[in-house]
């Protein structure tokens, strides 16, 4: 017991840490139907990190770090201008037009380095057991500085998310208020892509939210139910991988989408036996 808490002990903060700040941003990705936004900007701080490595900096390095946040606060300037009412073409079109052009040209920056194969591997699914306790520190108050923006911000950001119409008839500017949405959430992606991977913080944003639609509209109770099936989640994952030696990234990921199947299992029966 106690040579399991010395190897998981912060690798779990850590976990307990993203699924705080990503449940809470899923709420309003999957409201919006972005859905894959938090990968596409996810694989945008990732090529950012392919571009640090190819001009010789180091992958964990503040440069490294730096040049990740411009290009993902590029991606967030981006998405914030294409959404439109008057446009036929979807927003998540266009994201998912940025996420292949990213991949693309990351695995192409990559081919030209000695170790690339391994560099691609880390941005896929990060390496949570070597995080650090003052990483971990360092993430807790970034997010904690981040969600409280959100906090503030929080009627322009929910009015937009879950009635866009109505937002714009209120007077919101919707494009200033989108672009401070993106620009806080690519704050927040970068650093858990560097720590996590582009799947694992795909999974805890999505999966926690897509999980608490299932059984309420009510705000507070998604992110109540999110937040929960974040840290159940993140703890099963990380004593399968112990137990099993296998990666700790790909069986939290597998556990989330386990826990989705019976949750959802579990609604169907329980509407079914009204």
């Not at 976990?15 to 139907?33: D, F, K, N, T």
């Not at 959430?185 to 299932?214: D, E, K, N, Q, R």
């Not at 137990?243 to 509407?271: E, H, M, Q």
């Amino acid at each position: 017991m106690n040579e399991i808490l010395q190897i998981m002990l912060w690798p779990f903060l850590a976990s307990l840490v993203l699924a705080g700040i990503h449940a809470y941003l899923g709420l309003h990705v999957v409201e919006r139907g972005v859905i894959f936004v938090d990968l596409s900007l996810a694989q945008v701080a990732a090529l950012g990190s392919a571009v640090a490595l190819l001009s010789g900096h180091d992958l964990h390095g503040r440069s490294a770090y730096f040049l990740s946040l411009v290009f993902t606060l590029i991606g967030a300037g981006l998405f914030s201008v294409t959404r439109s009412r008057r446009t036929r073409i979807p927003q998540e079109a266009f994201i998912g037009i940025v996420y292949a052009m990213s991949a693309a040209l990351a695995i192409l920056i990559m081919d030209r380095l000695p170790e690339g194969a391994e560099h691609i591997k880390h941005i896929l699914v990060g390496n949570l057991l070597a995080v650090s306790s003052w990483e971990v520190q360092k993430m807790a108050l970034l997010y904690a500085f981040i969600g409280t923006l959100h906090w503030f911000w929080r009627k322009p950001f929910l009015a937009i998310s879950t009635d866009h119409e109505e937002a714009i008839r209120k007077g919101y500017r919707v494009k200033a208020w989108d672009f401070l949405f993106y620009a806080t959430f690519g704050f927040v992606v970068t650093s858990s892509v560097s720590i996590a991977g582009v799947l694992l913080v795909f999974t805890y944003l999505i999966v926690p939210s897509v999980t608490a639609m299932l059984f309420s509209e009510n705000v507070g109770i998604r992110l109540a139910i999110g937040w929960t099936m974040g840290a159940a989640a993140s703890l099963l994952g990380m004593y399968f991988s112990y137990r099993f030696d296998a990666p700790t990234g790909a069986t939290v990921i597998c556990v989330f989408g386990v826990l989705l199947a019976v949750l959802a299992l579990v609604r169907k029966l329980a509407f079914a036996a009204r």
